[in-house]
């Protein structure tokens, strides 16, 4: 894993990274947490979570592993003024660090590897994620080009989903994907990633979501993705890119279920727009087909798609519901 990361500054974070470096050339782990330096966490596709019994010499090892990471990424670094960082590793993985700044008790590092297969709608169901059914109409739904909401807490799959979706796209259709930081890797010939830039250490204005959007439509995008909702700019931009008139716009977003989603999707846009909750909430259900809500079952150590929610005649309807205690999807 991380193989991507060449050239002498990446040797030396290579080098830094040798306490944890079983996990990264382990296949089936797509997530490392390090809460301290001796406290180290891996996320499994068979074990789930667990805590390892690896460990980096001293606090200090940690530190000076995040540091040489901003330095080969030349993003800026000030212990003080910028004691979280989040990058973009060369290979598609995702890295946030803390420093004592910003955690007292020591430094922080999480990993999100890009793995190097995506799992298609079939994996999906082979692994209990879906079941037919639901792979059948997710099928549907991608092919006649609905507009899609993900919704789920945070590693319950969602982006995962999201590049499964991908797979059912038509091959010659052109994708362009617009995202705060880079993390979606789509299985299509015809795709523009298109990223957001940081203030720099000059302060210098950043290239927004609004500014990639509005430069997507002049590439003749059959579909338009846009990175996870977390701030109200990332939901102004899908609520603008579903005002377009184009059909395949999808963005996941944080939320416990899928009413929850809508409603969070709606005040998140209202940060950046005039108009009152009531209109922004009517033309998301005017202009979205589908909401899917994953969840990650931490007893089972599994992610499963528990609500599909077609939008219909202005309204979220239950089209199917996992049932955790039966440990089956019902249709309604």
Known sequence: MLTALTGADWELVRFYLTPIQSLLDDDRVTNIMVNRYDDIWADDLE??????????????????LIEQIANALAQYFDPLKTPIINARLPDGSRVCATLPTATPAGCTLSIRLHRRRGLDLERLEQGGSINSAIRELLLDAVRQGDNILVSGATNSGKTTLLNALSFA??????????EDVAEIRLNAPNVIQMEAQQHDAGDTPALTLATLLAASLRQRPDRIIVGESREPDAAEVFFQALNTGHRGVYTTLHANNAGAALKRLVSLTMGRSTLPFEVIESEYLHNLDLVLHMDYLEDRGVRRLTEVCAVQAGELRYRYVYDITEDEWSEN
């Open 169 to 178: 796209i038509p091959w010659g259709e052109r994708i362009v994907v617009c």
């Open 47 to 64: 074990q789930g979570m667990y805590k390892t019994a690896l460990a980096f010499r001293d606090d200090a090892a940690v530190a000076t």
